[in-house]
């Protein structure tokens, strides 16, 4: 009896040992796979730093068909968790660190991706940048019909402004935003992607994201309002 119990317990040892080792084979490989899949992108996140009505949910999607994880607006929660972060010393994308493409990060009245680029650089290293643009007045046509026309008076009311007025800030906004990232980025080209919504074509995205596998070959076209 004394033998079988002995025999009974290495059995039982060596299948524990056996299991044990199936286990850690699978969590180290499943490590091993997220670990190349890093090095194999060679970038940490990627952030759409310009206005919205610029293809912003175009750009959303087409990022979605290379299997990265990718946010877009998020009903205005992101861009209020990254002002709250910022506002208690946290990380701007505490709560959001699972995703790597971020877009359309506004919330009147804040606007994260043109007020804290730079922190986003710094906080997240080895990230990449897109600026989205069109032409300025189509941009501004665009925005002032956004929701029939309630984007703007949305707008009017918060900056106490007439829509001219309104207009006319956002005209300096864009002109400002787009001659800060310029410079900031101009010794980091490989850092920052300048995409005309008008002229470029996905080939564009494809060559400056060279490891992604984009399902789709061109960016449809969502949200338009010309």
């Known amino acids: 009896m004394k033998?079988?119990?002995?025999?009974?317990?290495?059995?039982?040892?060596v299948i524990c040992s056996i299991l044990s080792y199936i286990v850690y084979s699978f969590v180290l490989v499943n490590k091993s796979i997220e670990m190349f899949k890093n090095r194999e992108h060679n970038f940490n996140k990627i952030f759409q730093i310009g206005?919205?009505?610029?293809?912003?949910t175009s750009l959303f999607k087409y990022f979605e068909s290379a299997n990265i994880k990718c946010?877009?607006?998020?009903?205005?929660?992101?861009?209020?968790?990254?002002?709250?972060?910022?506002?208690?010393?946290?990380?701007?994308?505490?709560?959001?660190?699972?995703?790597?493409?971020?877009?359309?990060?506004e919330n009147m009245p804040f606007y994260p991706h043109v007020e804290h680029y730079k922190l986003l650089d710094k906080q997240y290293p080895n990230s990449k940048f897109i600026l989205n643009i069109r032409k300025k007045?189509?941009?501004?046509?665009?925005?002032?019909?956004?929701?029939?026309?309630?984007?703007i008076k949305n707008r009017m009311n918060i900056y106490n402004l007439n829509k001219d007025k309104v207009i006319e800030k956002w005209s300096k906004e864009?002109?400002?935003?787009?001659?800060?990232?310029?410079?900031?980025?101009k010794k980091r080209p490989n850092?920052?992607?300048?995409?005309?919504?008008?002229?470029?074509?996905?080939?564009?995205?494809?060559y400056f994201f060279p490891t992604l596998n984009f399902k789709s070959t061109v960016l449809g076209t969502y949200n338009k309002t010309n």
């Open 3 to 13: 033998i079988e119990k002995y025999k009974l317990f290495i059995y039982g040892f």
């Open 51 to 56: 206005f919205n009505k610029c293809g912003t």
């Open 71 to 105: 946010v877009h607006w998020d009903e205005g929660k992101l861009a209020d968790t990254i002002i709250h972060n910022f506002k208690n010393n946290k990380p701007l994308l505490k709560n959001y660190e699972d995703y790597t493409f971020f877009s359309d990060m």
């Open 137 to 151: 007045q189509d941009w501004l046509k665009s925005r002032e019909k956004h929701g029939s026309g309630q984007y």
């Open 174 to 185: 864009w002109d400002n935003h787009l001659k800060d990232v310029k410079e900031y980025f």
């Open 191 to 206: 850092d920052l992607l300048i995409y005309d919504i008008d002229i470029d074509s996905s080939d564009k995205i494809n």
